[in-house]
Nanobody, 128 residues
Framework: QVQLVESGGGLVQAGGSLRLSCAASVRTFSSYAMGWFRQAPGKEREFVASIAWTNGNTNYADPVKGRFTISRDNAKNTMYLQMNSLKPEDTAVYYC?????????????????????WGQGTQVTVSS
């Protein structure tokens, strides 16, 4: 059973920073593709960023490029999302997602259906 627990959300002023963490209870964290998604009120859940199991390949949604950085520490079974220059439109519940590489389909990192495991989410609110 894979469990993902996000933390680090909160209230921040526009221009500020937050770092989200996603702790995974898995045997071999390095064998999972990981991603961050977010869902704003009244909107669909959307892709934010993804990172390959080797930490060598990352992808970002256009709205967050240059402001957000995804990373992972396989020794700590933890993934991170460093969010800088936050904007009010970044307000959302942020979810981490995981998929074992044996079931991961290359190139699908933006898709909700590419991931079988999800955390409960952490709220990020950016005030103007």
């Amino acid at each position: 059973q894979v469990q993902l627990v996000e933390s680090g959300g909160g209230l921040v002023q526009a221009g500020g920073s937050l770092r989200l963490s996603c702790a995974a209870s898995v045997r071999t964290f390095s064998s999972y593709a990981m991603g961050w998604f977010r869902q704003a009120p009244g909107k669909e859940r959307e892709f934010v960023a993804s990172i390959a199991w080797t930490n060598g390949n990352t992808n970002y949604a256009d709205p967050v490029k240059g402001r957000f950085t995804i990373s992972r520490d396989n020794a700590k079974n933890t993934m991170y999302l460093q969010m800088n220059s936050l904007k009010p439109e970044d307000t959302a519940v942020y979810y981490c997602a995981a998929q074992p590489i044996v079931r991961y389909i290359s190139g699908t990192y933006r898709s909700l259906t590419a991931y079988d495991y999800w955390g409960q989410g952490t709220q990020v609110t950016v005030s103007s």
